[in-house]
């Protein structure tokens, strides 16, 4: 196989993500439908779509994001940072209806926001929140401040990247109040992040509220858009994360969640006084869960959220748990008449559920996993398989597909689903289509991310399963293992790792392996490579650490190495507060095991990154140093957390290969007996 063909399709497609549909927008009875799409599989200019009459019809090109009123009559999108508005009323097709129109901003403009009546729009730009009349196109001032520091109508870092809540600003049902959060940064420490290649560039300074230091404070006020405005008032001493926040036909809805994570309070609003008052209170002895599109009311009130039960993760409405032991809650999508969420009972798949009058209702079936939006008779689902994702719109009886424009890759997953050990860890096995039983002997390569964030042994086609293939037809067995700590399988099970992030999995993963091997006798147990990103990169650090004996080579891209360095809401959630439990963070950091190496290890990390910064990777590497232990490092100039440039790309996915091929020597059969990767 050619060993250049796949990173340099997997970089042209951004790891195949171009040309899928995505963002979808259903009109209230169903038959209007906007979504994001590029228009080729190695094409990053994104259009704006409305599929009409099972037509689509290309709105704009260059778009980053787009909003709409509730009847889906306006919509309006920015691209370049200008911000357009065009009207989709009365129209047999978009396409002949009436031209988009610039709408004159106070600057460049962020996160924009139809309200429901279509008749305003909100944005933010430099850090102020702003509202258009779509009429007449006035612009006025909502909230601002001469404080660098404070920011209006913006998530914050730690609600945008841990607590899934990328909005600061939400409009009334009727479209004249806005609620929106004041961020103030003062009391959030400064990290600094240059650029070596380009000396001459100041670095870039980052508020970064790393584990055990202050957060952001944050506030939420009600705007009447007359200049009146109220704070709505929380003790947000004891509860200093502002989880969710929305504006229902019930009046404002937000939690709030204490800096431990141990209690999650559900609480109205008044936006006339301020005043809030407790409808639940969930309490965990190891942190509570937040689950992506909860607190939420139906249409009559009743109150959406969920409920850990021992092993299960349920899903309440108005206090009753309506799903059965075994489902486990993934996210509500939609909650209206009824209740539109993700589940699984199985980890390796994730369906579509209904729930309302008339019950508990799968809308998806057969292995892979399920999205959807409903609206009036129709049903859009979208099912990634391992045959691939399909979208299609489900109406009267009849699928109407919507076009796929993303990549085919060179080499298709061949994949062995196995359940390993006593705790039945899904793993994936992957095998060179040119492998014969008992040929030879294959150097292993174990793929983990095996973290919280993410399951990757799913029944899907997906980015990591190409390249695990593309490893696999170089001469490798790829073994891949969600192992304890990872979603889908219950609070229980991700709740292993509380206080001790790695031995759990490290433990899994060596699970993983042998019932691999178990399977396919042909895996060379003395070869075995281990390789991963964030907190991959970190299971793999500490797994050639702690177990050279299992692991002869590992590579570690951006792995964090030192619990402290990482944020406050993430790390504190695992490990608690790094002044309560020292031990703890110094167990699951890597950098205090360096002495121990005595395997080949890869460091990879981008200069750029902002998540876990190179920090983690460059005291690694100085801690391996000073105790004398060889190693490779590797750094990205101008790479973030996830590297895209092109050429980058390419030459890492490269370099990792002959890595693992020097120390475990892909397709070289072993003499009986001799170790390998010493």
């Not at 031209?99 to 004159?104: A, I, T």
């Not at 300074?205 to 929380?234: C, K, M």
């Not at 993760?313 to 799903?323: K, P």
């Not at 994730?350 to 799968?362: A, E, I, K, S």
């Amino acid at each position: 196989m050619d060993t250049n063909a796949f990173p340099t399709q997997s970089a042209r497609t951004r790891r195949f993500t171009l040309g899928l549909p995505r963002d979808f927008t259903l009109s209230p009875d169903g038959h209007r439908i906007l979504f994001l799409r590029t228009q080729g599989p190695e094409d990053p200019a994104v259009g704006l779509w409305l599929l009409l009459d099972d037509e689509e019809h290309l709105l704009a090109t260059e778009v980053t994001a787009y909003t709409t009123d509730t009847a889906m009559s306006t919509v309006a999108y920015t691209t370049k940072g200008e911000l357009w508005v065009l009207s989709l009323e009365g129209t047999p097709t978009a396409a002949e209806g009436s031209s988009p129109s610039l709408q004159p901003t106070a600057g460049p403009v962020t996160d924009p926001r139809l309200d429901p009546t279509g008749g305003r729009l909100a944005y933010v730009s430099d850090r102020s929140l702003r509202v258009i009349e779509v009429a007449d196109g006035n612009d006025r001032l909502v909230a601002s401040d001469d404080d660098p520091e404070v920011s209006w109508g913006v998530a914050e870092y730690i609600a945008a990247e841990e607590m899934y809540r990328s909005r600061g600003h939400w409009w009334s049902p009727d479209g004249t109040r806005l609620l929106a959060a004041r961020v103030d940064l003062t009391p959030v420490q400064r990290w600094w992040i240059a650029d070596p290649v380009n000396p001459g560039t100041p670095p870039r300074e980052i508020p970064y509220p790393a584990a055990g230091t202050p957060n952001a404070l944050v506030e939420l006020h009600a705007f009447d858009l007359a200049g009146g405005s109220t704070q709505l008032r929380w003790d947000s001493t004891a509860y200093e994360y502002l989880a969710t926040a929305d504006w229902d036909s019930h009046g404002p809805l937000l939690s709030v969640q204490s800096r431990d994570q141990q209690t999650l309070q559900i609480l109205a609003a008044d936006p006339d006084t301020g005043e809030t008052h407790l409808l639940h209170e969930q309490r965990d002895p190891a942190w509570v869960q937040l689950i992506d599109g909860v607190p939420a009311r139906t249409a009559s009130g009743k109150l959406v959220h969920t409920d850990d039960a021992g092993d299960t993760r349920h899903l309440t409405v108005d206090g009753t748990r309506v799903t059965p032991d075994g489902l486990q809650l993934r996210a509500v999508l939609k909650a209206a008449d009824g209740v539109l969420f993700l589940a699984s009972d199985e980890p390796t798949e994730c369906h579509l559920w209904l729930y309302d009058d008339t019950g508990l209702h799968q809308l998806s079936d057969g292995p892979g996993s399920h999205e959807g939006y409903r609206a009036g008779n129709t049903l859009l689902l979208g099912s990634n398989t391992e045959a691939g994702r399909t979208y299609v719109v489900r109406r009267d009886g009849q699928d109407h597909p919507i076009t796929s424009h993303r990549a085919t890759p060179d080499a298709t997953p061949r994949i062995t689903w196995l359940q390993a050990g006593d705790l039945q860890i899904r793993t994936a096995l992957l095998l060179p289509s040119w492998h014969k039983p008992g040929a030879t002997k294959l150097p292993v390569v174990m793929a983990p991310y095996a973290g919280p964030a993410m399951s990757l042994v799913m029944k899907v086609a997906a980015p990591w399963f190409y390249k695990a293939q593309w490893y696999a037809e170089q001469g490798f067995a790829v073994v891949i293992a969600d192992g304890r700590g990872t979603p889908g399988r219950g609070p229980a099970w991700e709740k292993t790792v509380h206080h001790d992030l790695l031995s759990a999995p490290i433990e899994d993963q060596i699970t993983a392996l042998h019932a691999a091997a178990e399977y396919c006798p042909d895996l060379d147990l003395t070869r075995v490579g281990i390789t991963g990103w964030s907190f991959g990169g970190m299971l793999a650090t500490a797994s050639v650490l702690r177990r050279p004996d299992v692991f002869h080579a590992g590579i570690s891209g951006a792995g964090p190495s030192d619990q402290r360095m990482y944020d406050t809401h993430w790390r504190e959630r695992f490990l608690g507060h790094p002044d309560e439990y020292p031990d703890d963070y110094d167990r699951s950091s890597t950098v205090n095991e360096a002495a121990k190496l005595e395997r080949p290890l890869l460091l990879v990390h981008g200069l750029a990154d902002d998540n876990v910064f190179a920090a983690h990777t460059l005291r690694l590497s100085a801690a391996l140093l000073k105790a004398g232990r060889p190693h490779q490092l590797l750094p990205l100039s101008g790479a973030a957390h996830s590297p895209t440039d092109e050429a980058t790309v390419i030459g890492l996915l490269q370099h990792e290969l002959n890595f693992l091929k020097t120390a475990l020597g892909a397709g070289e059969p072993a003499a009986p007996g001799t170790p390998r990767g010493r």
